[in-house]
Each structure stands twice: as structure tokens, then as C-alpha cells.
T-cell receptor, first 113, second 114 residues
Framework: EDKVVQSPLSLVVHEGDTVTLNCSYEVTNFRSLLWYKQEKKAPTFLFMLTSSGIEKKSGRLSSILDKKELFSILNITATQTGDSAIYLCAVAPGDTGRRALTFGSGTRLQVQP | DGGITQSPKYLFRKEGQNVTLSCEQNLNHDAMYWYRQDPGQGLRLIYYSQIVNDFQKGDIAEGYSVSREKKESFPLTVTSAQKNPTAFYLC?????????????FGPGTRLTVL
């Protein structure tokens, strides 16, 4: 059974801090890893990672994948109150077996002014 | 505008009643998905469909049913057999079910059983 574990479960920081969110996974047939941000309702897509060691960056957010150690990190620098959300990590399957994302339980980030 | 719509936004149901949640997409996506989210938790897969007239059970399919008669539509029925149906339900779609395409999510339906 595919498994995705995120840590920490919850995090409170102050504006301007840098945070690192962790995602480890065990899958039988890995294709990609995805990060989503969920503020109130629908999760919104942040990154898709398929190759090890290649950092993806969007503004203050960046993410990297390590396929050997089976984990990914999501970094947020100079945090703002608008970064407060649940951050979800998911793994996508390959061509066989279950063809749907497996999600972790999420990390709830709260950024205080 | 292309996207995914879910209705209703809020739904109240009495115990013992079946209820159907709507999900429609105009993105021309082949694959569609239903997830359940409980407070403080991630998303758990209920059912998914890779193509019209085909669907597979996810991790928590018991007490739920789906149909996929049209590419654009993937309604979810919560039956009276579902013991704890109060939750937030999210529908998603992707171009296909392979792992190279991200899923797009609808705004969700919050179901409360009274």
C-alpha cells in the first residue's frame, strides 16, 4: 500500500521566518510527487517533481525531490500571513496498479504577524 | 472559463437518507476523482474514473457509489450505508490518470448529517 507521511503536522512561525516542510513516501511504482496549498477550500497546485535533485522555484517557494531517500521538501522563505494554509504532498503512480494520487495528511502552517 | 464546479456548496442530510453530490468539469479531462477530507486530515480517495463508463474504488469506497455516463460529469452518491458521512468532499480532474498531469480541484461540498 502506498504511503505518504508529512511532517510536521502543524507549525506556527512569525512573518519573515523561513520554513521547511517535509514529505516522505513509500510507493510501489513512483511517477511524480506533487505539492498543493489549501487555504479554505480547493487545493491549488504548487509543484510537480519527477527528477531527483532539480529544484523547482516559484517566488518565495521552492521544492526538491530525492528519489533515492524517498522524500521531498518544500521551502518557504520570508513567510507572509498569506502563506497560512495546509500544505499537501501527494505521489502519483506509474503505468500500473492504482492510477490516482495518494495524499499525506498535510502540514498546517500558521504565519503570525 | 474552464474549471470544475461542485454543487451544492453546503448540504444537510438526515440520517438514513441518500444524497448525491454533483461534479462537472469543462476541461475536457478524461480522469475524475472524489476525495473526502475530515478536519485536520489529508485527502482520502473514495472513487476515481479514468474514462467514461469506467470507475474504480479508492481507499474508502464503502457506503458510496458513483457513475460516469458523460465525460464532463462524475456524481457521487452518499448512501445510508455510510456510517460517518459528515465531511468535506472534493472532486478533482486531470487530463489523464497517469502521473505526469496535476489534478485540478473543485471548490468542495460540505456535507453535514443531522
Amino acid at each position: 500500500e502506498d504511503k505518504v507521511v508529512q511532517s510536521p503536522l502543524s507549525l506556527v512561525v512569525h512573518e519573515g521566518d523561513t520554513v521547511t516542510l517535509n514529505c516522505s513516501y513509500e510507493v510501489t511504482n513512483f511517477r511524480s510527487l506533487l505539492w498543493y496549498k489549501q487555504e479554505k477550500k480547493a487545493p491549488t497546485f504548487l509543484f510537480m517533481l519527477t527528477s531527483s535533485g532539480i529544484e523547482k522555484k516559484s517566488g518565495r517557494l521552492s521544492s526538491i525531490l530525492d528519489k533515492k531517500e524517498l522524500f521531498s521538501i518544500l521551502n518557504i522563505t520570508a513567510t507572509q500571513t498569506g502563506d497560512s494554509a495546509i500544505y499537501l504532498c501527494a505521489v502519483a503512480p506509474g503505468d500500473t496498479g492504482r492510477r490516482a494520487l495518494t495524499f499525506g495528511s498535510g502540514t498546517r502552517l500558521q504565519v503570525q504577524p | 472559463d474552464g474549471g470544475i464546479t461542485q454543487s451544492p456548496k453546503y448540504l444537510f442530510r438526515k440520517e438514513g437518507q441518500n444524497v448525491t453530490l454533483s461534479c462537472e468539469q469543462n476541461l475536457n479531462h478524461d480522469a475524475m476523482y472524489w476525495y473526502r477530507q475530515d478536519p485536520g486530515q489529508g485527502l482520502r480517495l473514495i472513487y476515481y474514473s479514468q474514462i467514461v463508463n469506467d470507475f474504480q474504488k479508492g481507499d474508502i469506497a464503502e457506503g458510496y457509489s458513483v457513475s460516469r455516463e458523460k465525460k464532463e460529469s462524475f456524481p457521487l452518491t452518499v448512501t445510508s450505508a455510510q456510517k460517518n458521512p459528515t465531511a468535506f468532499y472534493l472532486c478533482a480532474s486531470s487530463r489523464d490518470s497517469g502521473g505526469y498531469n496535476e489534478q485540478f480541484f473543485g471548490p468542495g461540498t460540505r456535507l453535514t448529517v443531522l
